[in-house]
């Protein structure tokens, strides 16, 4: 019989300590995530992913067991799995009564099961309605004394090991100043200081995708001064994004427009890093078709 190509990782724990955290994590992993999912939808959801076809095998699921009644359909769910022969295991998130306080006073919210407004009342009952389920968890990680990068490293070296790839991608991306920074940029480069090729009539219709214009860019002294500093910068960081598990880096490449300048840099970039090792490359051009 072959193995089964679906293994489900189910995410719960003590309300307040990390488990959002915790799914972002095994996303940035390359899971297919699901927060917050009811436990009935629990065995339905494993049939959409074990069709022929589909192409998702890692799967991680957020589940608040908020009371006794919802305890009973979770664990009726796993049981359910389990006649299925679907593998899966339970992370469960803890922490200590004091540091639950803290950071349930920082956010300001209330306890799901404080049913008089009692924070302390509301965890030690979420406490004890999940304490079997802790018993059955395959890892628990006490975050009490765990900052949010000491949390996703301990995630990463706990359940994660192995899975996780050991090269970067680093993702290229021209953009135009006048349509606002790319909010998802991890590094800014501004190439504003070079000269504008749409200042050039027969550059003008042209984009940084032509030769004639990555030429202009490129070939001038300043261009290729930039260039080399760059990629000395990005060179001796990669091993660093590795050390951190970052498996994706976004380098954005501004000009005025988004059209000439940031384009035959963030192409001619992209080339440069092409054979770096534990790297991998992409290159985007967010407003190369908007009209200038």
Known sequence: MAEPLL??????????????LAVDTFEDAG?????????????????????????????ALVFDIRGREFFCEFDQALK????????????FLEADEETLISRYQATRRAHPLSETGSLMEGICRERRILESLRERADVVIDTSHLNVHELRRQIQDAVLAG?????VLITFMSFGYKYVLPLEADIVLDARFLPNPHW??????????????SDYVIRRPEALGFLERVTSLLSYLVPFFLQERKTHVMVAVG???GR?????????????????????????????????
């Open 7 to 20: 293994h489900i990782t189910i995410i719960t724990g003590l309300s307040g300590a990390g488990k959002t």
């Open 31 to 59: 899971y297919f995530c699901v927060d917050n999912m009811p436990p009935q939808m629990l065995p339905g959801m494993a049939d959409l992913f074990s069709l022929p076809g589909t192409k998702v095998a890692r799967v």
């Open 80 to 91: 359910e799995l389990e006649r299925r022969g679907i593998p899966y295991r339970i992370i």
């Open 163 to 167: 899975e996780l790839t050991d090269r």
């Open 200 to 213: 050039v009539e027969d550059l003008r219709p042209l984009t940084g995708m032509d030769a004639a214009v």
């Open 255 to 257: 000009c005025t427009g």
């Open 260 to 292: 000439h300048r940031s384009v035959a840099l963030a192409e001619e970039l992209a080339q440069l890093f092409e054979k770096e090792p534990g790297v991998d490359v992409s290159v985007r051009h967010r407003d190369l078709e908007r009209q200038s």
